[in-house]
């Protein structure tokens, strides 16, 4: 991340350690289509996005971009 950009409110996003079992990923490539469904937190915030703006790279976490926009949105991709 670029330094100049940086601020103690990065420090409150990505001081995180996501956490998801294989049972999370399975469960999610089934249902994430389903009406009302509502991704686990791990899932819905996985960093798949970096903001390069701030000197991030684009893609920080991998994950399997269905639409293959260069995007992670859980209601579209999956992480691997």
């Known amino acids: 991340m670029d330094s100049s950009r940086y601020?103690?409110?990065q420090?409150?996003?990505w001081n995180y350690v996501w956490k998801?079992?294989?049972s999370?990923?399975?469960?999610h490539k089934v249902h994430w289509n389903d009406a009302g469904y509502q991704p686990i937190h791990d899932i819905l915030t996985w960093?798949?996005?970096g903001d390069v703006s701030y000197?991030?790279?684009p893609q920080l976490a991998p994950f399997?971009?269905?639409n293959q926009d260069g995007?992670?949105?859980p209601m579209d991709g999956i992480i691997h």
């Open 71 to 73: 995007l992670y949105d």
């Open 24 to 27: 999370d990923i399975e469960y």
């Open 20 to 22: 998801v079992n294989k």
């Open 55 to 57: 000197g991030q790279s």
């Open 47 to 49: 960093p798949g996005n």
């Open 64 to 66: 399997h971009d269905r």
């Open 7 to 9: 601020s103690i409110y």
């Open 11 to 13: 420090d409150t996003v």
